[in-house]
């Protein structure tokens, strides 16, 4: 059983305070110390009987884990470590003029097995519970500076959806933290099972790791194309577009040779054809044993323009914290347990 009271629902803490005969208006009580005044410990829930908050103290607790080590990039970027039941995880704060944005990891490696990322070379070690991916956020520093988050760290988010999504209804819920769907964006590989879920259950920003506009070739870097394909995906998206202010975006890495032509280009735009939808390009970042290279700019602004010019919008998004192993596809707790 998890015994900490940060990280339980509305409904979890109902089902908690009926079980040790308190009054249903306890939970919400409870939920509002939890996460509007974020106390770190039961006996400052001062307006709980204290014979409530006594037995709530034989069962429950509050826990929250501070990081064990942060460095600093050059361009402000911060990486923290954090400890988890299942082993370390990294968070990184990005810093930016009008906004700060926390990338938070949801699971302890990966099993997607991507060719190109740091995790998914160190295997799998197990899942994040909801207050371990909430302890990223409201346990950091510069928690207080947060405006954004991204699920875009370690692991696949959609591999531990119950947890994740679990995560996201305390973010964003009137009773939990309250925060806008529209300052969280989840990031996928594409499996399409949690992709369906998650326009029900969540209003929240989607992103789609592609990489790649050719199955046969991105199976060979993304060996999840095999079990999730680029059409099952975008079938799925076709059939359930996003509407409003909800974003979907495609995240495409962009590798030296591998996938960054105009021909590549050009296939890409007629997938994403008719699909409401951005394109973020992102540098890949290369490691001493990697087989993969970074591309030009002059490659990356080519195919930023072609996409554009054919409608879809598209941006090269800015590498933060390469220095410090903090960018897309460089975290890696191997070695750190």
């Not at 501070?66 to 400890?83: R, W």
Request: aromatic content about 8%; charged content about 25%; proline content about 4%.
């Amino acid at each position: 059983m998890n015994n900490n009271l940060f990280g339980k629902t509305l409904e979890e803490l109902k089902i908690i305070v009926q079980q040790h005969n308190l009054p249903s208006f306890n939970a919400k009580q409870i939920a509002d110390w939890l996460y509007k005044k974020q106390v770190e410990s039961i006996d400052e829930m001062t307006n709980l009987s204290k014979i409530a908050r006594e037995k709530l103290k034989e069962n429950y607790t509050i826990l929250r884990v501070k990081p064990s080590y942060e460095v600093l990039s050059v361009d402000g970027t911060k990486k923290y470590l954090f400890l988890t039941k299942n082993g370390n995880v990294e968070t990184v704060f990005i810093p930016e003029e009008d906004r700060a944005t926390v990338c938070v990891s949801s699971q302890v490696g990966c099993k997607m097995h991507c060719k190109f990322c740091m995790t998914g070379k160190q295997g799998f070690s197990g899942n994040l519970t909801a207050d371990e991916i909430l302890n990223q956020l409201f346990s950091l520093p510069d928690a207080h500076k947060l405006t954004n988050m991204v699920l875009m760290g370690m692991g696949e988010p959609f591999d531990n959806f119950d947890e994740v999504i679990k995560a996201l209804a305390i973010l964003t819920s009137d009773w939990g933290f309250a925060w806008s769907p529209r300052r969280i964006t989840v990031s996928t590989v594409g499996l399409v099972s949690g992709i369906k879920r998650f326009l029900s259950e969540s209003e929240c920003h989607l992103a789609i790791s592609l990489h790649h506009p050719f199955p046969e070739e991105r199976e060979k870097i993304m060996p999840i194309e095999k079990a999730f394909s680029t059409e099952k995906i975008l079938y799925e998206l076709k059939k359930n577009p996003i509407k409003g202010q909800r974003r979907l975006s495609f995240e495409y890495i962009v590798f030296d040779s591998l996938n960054d032509t105009m021909r590549h280009a050009r296939e890409l735009t007629k997938l994403l054809n008719g699909i409401d939808c951005r394109v973020n390009l992102i540098k890949f970042h290369s490691t001493p044993d990697s087989e993969f290279k970074s591309p030009s700019q002059e490659k990356m602004e080519q195919f930023r323009n072609y996409l554009n010019e054919n409608n879809i919008i598209c941006t090269i998004r800015r590498s933060r914290g390469e220095d410090i192993s903090a960018a897309c596809g460089l975290l890696s707790t191997k070695g750190k347990n």
